[in-house]
């Protein structure tokens, strides 16, 4: 790829974001749906004026566990842990119903095969932990107890979805289910949520001792940026989704980091100020690019709109895909404000399911009238949501 | 390229360059030469761990026009322009002298083709603004009379670089010299550089008036960034290296942008300070990647250091490489210390260099012995001369 012409790519990716994003919020909608719009608006459901480049998705890569990272960086890990009972019954609930709902549908009442149905269910699976974040940040939501059970459950819900990534994977080529497997990407994803944020610290203390003796400015964005790349390819080597390194080192790096022995492992306040105010500015940066990539990997000009079989499929499958999500709500003891808001939040797909989705397609699993209602489903769920709660939230009042 | 292979290389890259940096400070060494070092450790030079992606090779690309646009941004265009007398007979020289004796060592002493002998003129012909820039920085030189007299003379040899290389490419592919069209490439750099900071600032003035409408932070990172590769993309459609535009758009944000009729468009001090601080992370993030991959480019393994041509060959045009270059400051009128560092300041090569190397034989004009020798020209042109800069630097009193 040309220089110049990746830097008009960018550079409109940019600034549609930002344009689309001012918009959304004047119209009262979260300025997350502005960027997705973006990409939706340049990318091949309309314009086509900007194709996904290898350099693009991985400057988006960077964008979404950067984000991650500052989400972890402003997490309580007290009240995390704290909420998790609440977040792992989200978590499974937002998992298995779905996967069920969805492959009852395709395979009861669409009679597709069994590898298609178990394939549909994994793509209406996953919950788009950015999408979510990034919602709950734009209500002011992120540092809320909502914002603490729905991280939590996001986490563990994208652990899950990686193990069955990998366990369909297995089976659709013919290798059958491994549950040792399952079972030791389950331990090498606990251990790093266990020894990651305590490793992450103990580097960052290094950097910040470095911090005071190096002789040549900027230390901190390439030293902080390598330790969010390190635990992102650390969490991929160990089975876990890339990121979930980014937010574990940005738990570590947390002003409320806390562990039994974590008295020693304090750094000082300014150097988390320090951190904060240099790194703000890279992430508002790669953040963006992340939700036009989202956007832009849509394909919604290639459904076939005439086909009712389309329509119909996308409707079963979109209800299911909402309800499944929201039912795990009710089995948790908060006000009904509180349930919906966790019950909606998990509901975007986004990227997660258009990975699937695209698996599914290449390996010739999803016809391609299949993978037109995905598409649609998933862009309902990412679009949809983040304007419910936003509405919500300014009517919280009322609905207690 | 997968997702966790990308970072990996890139947190090798950062971290490399960080570590070689600070062992060169304390080496008395400027850092950049650390940062080349470290490129030419992990490049096909010595381990070969990392080679050059086309996401890293467009990150440095970012890199080097936002080192650009930091020194716009502290480039007083007054002194700039006060000195251009002087960086005018610097550049002219410094572009005249090395083709011209590149040339007779090709065609009159090794009796090479008459296109490899104009290439060989033309690959140790440009000066790497990048190089240099950094090591004026490096030496808190940027801003003295000297660091103005460098910058301009840096900029009208890369334009006049750049027209070279467009003649001799015509030339190569039997086109013949069209001086219509050098003539045209010459106007329409003109033009940008007339043209460019009034827009740029323009263009500034309405970011400050939007900052603060916006409703959505990170609007300061994302919009001048989206303005530094929109000079950037311009400078290349008129004609001019990409990396110009940078410093275009630098100089427009400067605190002492000075045009004729600039009372009007002065935006206020806050939003200078906004612009530095926000900027600097994300430039001390990207412009290491691009010294690195300087040295990654650096192909040394490939040489036949067994060859007697390789040296002799090398010898002489390195010999004429940096006596060419000097040669220009004995015609200013300036201190000896002064002269020497202006001098000292146009001998490397760097990337542009390279570019004309890589293209010279990619069309099969240059031999493999050649190459190699103009490789190892453009190393040395390119890590000699910070060492003698910052080692001069220290003796000032002493020479004058």
Redesign the interface.
């Known amino acids: 790829?040309e220089?110049?012409s990746?830097?008009?790519d960018?550079?409109i990716i940019?600034?549609a974001?930002?344009i689309f994003?001012?918009l959304a919020?004047?119209m009262y909608a979260p300025?997350v749906i502005g960027e997705l719009f973006a990409g939706i608006v340049l990318g091949p459901s309309l314009f086509g004026w900007i194709t996904i480049s290898?350099?693009i998705r991985?400057?988006a890569?960077i964008g979404i566990i950067l984000l991650l990272f500052e989400v972890g960086l402003e997490t309580n890990i007290k009240s995390l842990i704290h909420s998790r009972g609440k977040s792992v019954v989200i978590a499974l609930c937002g998992f298995f119903f779905p996967f069920i709902l969805g492959f009852i549908v395709s395979y009861n009442i669409f009679s597709l095969s069994l590898l298609t149905s178990l394939f549909v269910g994994g793509t209406i699976t996953a919950t788009s932990i950015g999408i979510t974040v990034r919602v709950l940040t734009d209500l002011n939501l992120e540092q809320s107890r909502i914002g603490q059970i729905v991280l939590g459950a996001a986490v563990i819900d994208d652990v899950l979805g990686v193990m069955l990534l990998a366990l369909l994977y297995e089976f659709s080529i013919g290798g059958g289910i491994n549950l040792l497997n399952v079972g030791k990407v389950f331990l090498f994803v606990s251990a790093f949520f266990v020894l990651a944020p305590v490793v992450a610290r103990l580097i960052s203390l290094l950097i910040n001792r470095f911090d005071s003796i190096?002789?040549?400015?900027?230390?901190?964005?390439?030293?902080i940026?390598?330790l969010v790349?390190?635990f992102?390819?650390l969490a991929?080597?160990m089975g876990a989704p890339?990121l979930l390194g980014g937010f574990a080192a940005g738990l570590a790096l947390s002003r409320r980091f806390f562990i039994p022995f974590g008295i020693a492992l304090h750094a000082d306040e300014g150097f988390a100020d320090r951190i904060e105010?240099?790194?703000?500015?890279?992430i508002?940066?790669f953040t963006?690019i992340f939700f036009v990539f989202v956007g832009l990997s849509l394909a919604l000009r290639d459904i076939d709109w005439s086909s009712p079989t389309v329509w119909l499929f996308t409707l079963f499958l979109f209800s299911v895909a909402f309800v499944g999500k929201m039912l795990g709500s009710t089995f948790i003891r908060e006000n009904r404000f509180s349930r919906y808001m966790v019950g909606l939040s998990m509901v975007p797909r986004g990227e997660v399911g258009l990975i699937f989705a695209e698996l599914g397609r290449e390996g010739g699993i999803f016809s391609n009238e299949i993978y037109a209602s995905l598409v649609l489903v998933i862009a309902l769920t990412t679009i949809l949501p983040p304007l419910l709660m936003k509405w919500l939230n300014s009517r919280e009042s009322i609905i207690n």
Do not use: C, D, N, Y
């Open positions: 790829m220089t110049h990746f830097f008009i960018l550079l940019l600034i974001a930002r994003a001012e919020v004047r300025s290898e350099t991985l400057m890569e190096s002789e040549i400015p900027g230390l901190i964005p390439t030293s940026i390598s790349l390190f992102a390819w991929h080597v890339e105010s240099q790194m703000k500015p890279i508002q940066l963006p």
